[in-house]
């Protein structure tokens, strides 16, 4: 099986910054694009910036210059600074990773738990 595992959420003041983290672990042969996404309250989820396995990277209009995406691959983990937050930003954020399962051979797409992040002063 494959975890997607997130930290970093909380609460933070507007003009603030935060940092998740998303590590995958488990049968994992080789990870392609991986991603993050946030689902506000009454609002489908949406893609706020994604980056493929050689560091291109795709951000969403609203988070362009603010949030910035990276991965370690060694370490098979996604990051997501966000920096200047306003409270748009409020969302519950998902980690998003296409995953070459070792174990099966087969590609197949996972989602992390989940993580808050409330941008209120």
């Known amino acids: 099986q494959v975890q997607l595992v997130e930290s970093g959420g909380g609460l933070v003041q507007p003009g603030g910054s935060l940092r998740l983290s998303c590590a995958a672990s488990?049968?994992?042969?080789?990870?392609?694009?991986m991603g993050w996404y946030r689902q506000a309250p009454g609002k489908q989820r949406e893609l706020v910036a994604t980056?493929?396995?050689?560091?291109?990277?795709n951000y969403a209009d609203s988070v362009k210059g603010r949030f910035t995406i990276s991965r370690d691959n060694a370490k098979k983990t996604v990051y997501l600074q966000m920096d200047s937050l306003n409270p748009e930003d409020t969302a519950v954020y998902y980690c998003?990773?296409?995953?070459?399962?070792?174990?099966?051979?087969?590609?197949?797409?996972?989602w992390g738990q989940g993580t808050q992040v409330t941008v209120s002063s």
């Open positions: 488990g049968s994992i042969f080789s990870i392609n694009a």
């Open positions: 998003n990773a296409d995953v070459l399962v070792l174990s099966s051979g087969r590609f197949r797409n996972y």
């Open positions: 980056i493929t396995n050689s560091g291109r990277t």
